[in-house]
């Protein structure tokens, strides 16, 4: 739509920037923390960019206060972060760790202090080892009560001061590299039956959760966030057309239908009946699913890029199970599933180094999309650039960053014109993180941390990236001048 004055983001927009556990806090072992699953994975040979772990990560755990200062000089208005389960329940089923809830106790009252409103995401990838190996993890349906206990024991102890859950941080993904391409923890390939079981797990897991904590507190916003690659047809002939359907049904409104109306989409689950796959259900699971559907407050979003869709034919590509890791830009190639489509590059938009096309329209897509199919409010829980940036005179001149982000927020505002009820928009990150498979080089945040690859060099002091001031100014008008 073609609006000639803007409205403009509501008063109370959260303005904010996001993180997940073992991706900056570092103290993988510290106050009787249990070992994860990403801290055993990163360990096998070959996993990792060269190796690295977020053993020390960017130190968040020890140095939360000088982050959260930094944040209230930027002006954010919520911080959202994961809560590592293995730091709370070290056995994943066990007794729980009281330094654990003792230290997300202090990073929630210190984020208060600066009236930075706490956002926080239950599951961000890293589950205990030990039920790994006890039942193989999210393969087994025991880990739904498992979550379901871990959840309850974080909404009993913080539901007073966080108003803001995310219950899942992208189940596509997770499940996606887990069981299919063996890029993430189990490290499985090609386990199709699996990978819509354990997403079945994963979304009862989601669902009693957003169940039980409404009924502790009828007040708290919920939702889980969903890695949104929105699709664009390659062209207008109907193969393509349809190809772009049967990847939207396998790929995003698998994921949204649920979460948004409690249900598998139809023509997903025909197909995978006729491909041998079925989903075991138990009796209760589709009523609590829509429960859970009417309760949820807002979908969640990371939004990196959109996608192209053509068909593709049976004997066409396959998937390699291999993406860019190096930051060698071009050094992708399309990958499909053969009989229905393939994901060509976009010819009429850029990429990162990574391969990411970036697509600023493509978030008012989305936006628009949910709008019209769920009627939810939205959250974008991400939204950032990966890039190689430099330190120089202890400054970082990142201006790719912020014609990213500010073309991005662009888009977003012409959403909210368009009656799209945007709650929240965080950059991925804050500061510089683990980016899991692409090493330290890989950079997202406002601010840049001293280190590399290797676990020993680099202070991790912080600094300011010019994007930190940009960032603030816009929130300081709260979009107006964008
Ligand atoms: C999302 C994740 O997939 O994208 C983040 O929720 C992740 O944890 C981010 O870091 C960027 O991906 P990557 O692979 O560049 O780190």
Redesign the pocket.
């Known amino acids: 739509m073609y609006f000639k004055e803007s409205k403009g983001f509501k008063k109370d927009f959260l303005w904010g920037s996001?993180s997940?556990a073992y991706?900056v806090e570092g103290a993988y072992d510290a106050d009787g923390k249990g070992m994860s699953n990403w801290d055993e994975f990163v360990r096998i040979p070959g996993k990792t960019f060269k190796a690295t772990t977020g053993d020390k990560a960017v130190d968040h755990y020890h140095r939360f206060k000088e982050d959260v200062a930094l944040m209230a000089q930027l002006g954010l208005k919520t911080y959202r972060f994961s809560i590592a389960w293995s730091r709370i329940y070290p056995d994943g089923d066990g007794k729980v760790n009281q330094a654990g809830i003792e230290f997300y106790n202090n990073l929630i009252n210190e984020c208060l202090k600066y009236s930075i409103v706490p956002m926080v995401t239950v599951y961000?990838?890293d589950m205990p080892q030990a039920l790994e190996e006890k039942y193989n993890g999210w393969e087994n349906r025991q880990i739904v009560d498992d979550f379901v206990r871990y959840a309850t024991t974080l909404f009993r102890n913080y539901g007073d001061r966080v108003k803001h859950w995310i219950i899942m941080?992208?189940q596509n993904?997770f499940t996606r590299f887990g069981w299919l391409d063996g890029m993430h923890p189990p490290g499985k390939i090609d386990q199709q039956q699996l990978f819509y079981q354990v997403n079945h797990h994963a979304f009862m897991a989601h669902a009693r959760c957003v169940v039980s904590l409404k009924e502790m507190y009828p007040d708290a916003l919920v939702g889980s966030?969903f890695?949104y690659s929105p699709s664009y047809g390659l062209d207008c002939q109907p193969q393509n057309a349809m190809a772009k359907y049967d990847y939207d049904d396998l790929n995003n409104f698998f994921w949204m239908d649920v979460y948004g109306y409690g249900r598998y989409p139809k023509a997903a689950i025909r197909y995978l009946a006729s491909q041998g796959i079925e989903i075991k259900m138990e009796n209760g699971d589709e009523a609590i699913m829509k429960k859970a559907a009417s309760l949820t407050d807002f979908m969640g979003v990371?939004y990196?890029q959109s996608t192209v869709v053509e068909f593709n034919d049976i004997d066409g590509v396959g998937t390699t199970h291999e993406m860019n890791?190096t930051g060698k830009k071009g050094t992708s190639t399309v990958q499909g599933v053969p009989g229905l489509y393939k994901n060509p590059k976009n010819e009429f938009l850029p990429t990162t180094d990574?391969d990411?096309t970036i697509d600023p329209m493509g978030l008012r897509y989305c936006c628009r999309e949910i709008t019209s199919r769920y009627d939810l409010p939205i959250v974008i829980?991400?939204n950032?650039l990966?890039a190689f940036d430099k330190l120089e005179d202890e400054k970082v001149k990142d201006p790719y960053r912020v014609a990213y982000l500010q073309a991005h927020l662009q888009e977003l505002k012409k959403a909210v014109d368009d009656g799209c009820d945007v709650l929240a928009y965080c950059t991925?990150?804050f500061t510089d993180?683990?980016?899991?498979?692409?090493g330290y080089q890989?950079r997202?945040g406002f601010i840049y941390v001293d280190r590399q690859e290797d676990e020993n060099s680099g202070t991790l002091n912080r600094y300011k990236k010019d994007s930190f001031y940009w960032y603030q100014e816009v929130i300081r008008t709260n979009g107006e001048n964008l």
């Open positions: 996001a997940a991706q961000h990838w941080n992208e993904i966030s890695a990371n990196y890791t990574w990411w829980s991400e950032g990966g991925w990150s993180l683990l980016s899991w498979l692409n890989k997202y």
